[in-house]
């Protein structure tokens, strides 16, 4: 079954900062690849998705990520933090069967002013 | 507004105790599913369903049980309640040919305490 690894289950940066927060994949077949955000005490919210086509993505809020088969990775950045973007993000991977959604262990992103 | 309502948002429950867990979707989505959310192990896929009268099992079944009697809805059963089942509970939804493309809608949880 496919899976998903996040890589630092907290990250802190200053306001301003580059985000970079990790995530690498298994999967048998091309996946499909999700961020989710989680603000507290709140349900998931999907950040940005790829499915096929362009390798690098935008998604809400000023993120982006690069699908890089080679790597088996689908990073998270943005170039500059907000205060706004202290929460959880979650990797997750689909192979597209039965829509089986397999999430990360998540990471917290702290900002600091 | 549309979306998914998961009901309640809190409970505390005795072990050996049963209880279900409400999930509902205004928005014709036929796939369905619940995950449990645990420190350091993010989401864990409970069940699921593809459409009315069909669930299989995730991840971690055990414990758990559900039926897809409607289209909008997706009840959890938790038959004897454990501690080791005290956990955030997130239902989620999607179109079947849409899920890839736009991900799911999830509700905002149902925060349980088994004690």
């Known amino acids: 079954a496919q899976s998903v690894t996040q890589l630092g289950s907290h990250v802190s940066v200053s306001e301003g900062a580059l985000v970079l927060l990790r995530c690498n994949y298994s999967s048998s077949v091309p996946p499909y690849l999700f961020w989710y955000v989680q603000y507290p005490n709140q349900g998931l919210q999907l950040l940005l998705k790829y499915t096929t086509g362009a390798t690098l993505v935008k998604g809400i809020n000023g993120f982006e990520a690069e699908f890089k088969k080679s790597e088996t990775s689908f990073h998270l950045t943005k170039p500059s933090a907000h205060m706004s973007d202290a929460a959880e993000y979650f990797c997750a991977v689909s192979e597209g069967n039965n829509n089986d959604m397999r999430f990360g262990a998540g990471t917290r992103l702290t900002v600091k002013p | 507004n549309a979306g998914v309502t998961q009901t309640p948002k809190f409970q505390v429950l005795k072990t050996g105790q049963s209880m279900t867990l409400q999930c509902a979707q205004d928005?014709?989505?036929?796939?369905m599913s619940w995950y449990r959310q645990d420190p350091g192990m993010g989401l864990r896929l409970i069940h699921y369903?593809?459409?009315?009268?069909?669930?299989d099992q995730g991840e971690v079944p055990n414990g758990y049980n559900v039926s897809r009697s409607t289209t909008e809805d997706f009840p959890l059963r938790l038959l004897s309640a454990a501690p080791s089942q005290t956990s955030v509970y997130f239902c989620?939804?999607?179109?079947?040919?849409?899920?890839?493309?736009?991900?799911?809608?999830f509700g905002s949880g149902t925060r349980l305490t088994v004690v």
């Open positions: 989620a939804s999607s179109y079947l040919r849409h899920s890839t493309l736009n991900g799911y809608t």
């Open positions: 928005m014709n989505h036929e796939y």
């Open positions: 369903s593809v459409g009315a009268g069909i669930t």
